[in-house]
């Protein structure tokens, strides 16, 4: 993903107006400054679980694996619930695996798939991490108010329902 560092100066986005007319920079400017904050908040994140020797792709697979009741999921499941490929998937399991913190085993009611189940050693690294995830996140957010966050929240799951007009 790249990230962009620098957001447009009025000067630049007065460029696009020049050159593409009609051009709603206002739109332009805002939609590249929600960008920024996700990828600051994503890299911030990254430098969170680094301190713990995690990357956010295998901290999401431990985290929905602790979610399900018996702490087993299948890969393709996982792959749905993280919004990644198959083939994404497959790699943070292995690194999981090679760690220890995930389990690989044959599927008995159907011996073609696997299943993976959180480790004990897994839920140790939860658990090891999770109080300085729950810390810095809740310390994060409460930089608003609540009646500001639910604001925020339901105005991008609005945004994020209508996606599909820059696909």
């Known amino acids: 993903m790249l990230l962009l560092k620098e957001l447009p100066t009025s000067k630049s986005l007065e460029k696009f107006v020049t050159r593409y007319p009609g051009t709603d920079i206002t ?3 805002d939609f590249v400054s929600i960008l920024r904050a996700a990828s600051d908040i994503s890299t911030a994140l990254d430098a969170l679980l680094a301190r713990h020797g995690l990357l956010q792709g295998r901290w999401w697979v431990l985290v ?4 399900q009741d018996d702490l ?7 792959a749905d619930k993280a919004g990644v490929t198959k083939a994404t998937m497959t790699g943070f399991i292995d690194g999981l695996e090679r760690e220890g913190l995930v389990s690989r085993f044959m599927d008995t009611s159907d011996r073609r798939k696997f299943l993976i189940r959180l480790s004990m050693a897994g839920q140790q690294k939860l658990d090891e991490v999770m109080p300085d ?3 810095c996140v809740t310390q994060f957010m409460n930089v608003l108010a609540k009646v500001q966050r639910d604001t925020l929240i339901a105005d991008l799951a609005t945004l994020a329902s209508r996606v599909d007009l820059i696909k």
């Open 72 to 78: 087993t999921s299948s890969p393709s499941d996982l």
């Open 27 to 29: 739109a332009i400017s």
């Open 64 to 67: 929905l694996l602790m979610r």
């Open 133 to 135: 995830y729950v810390q």
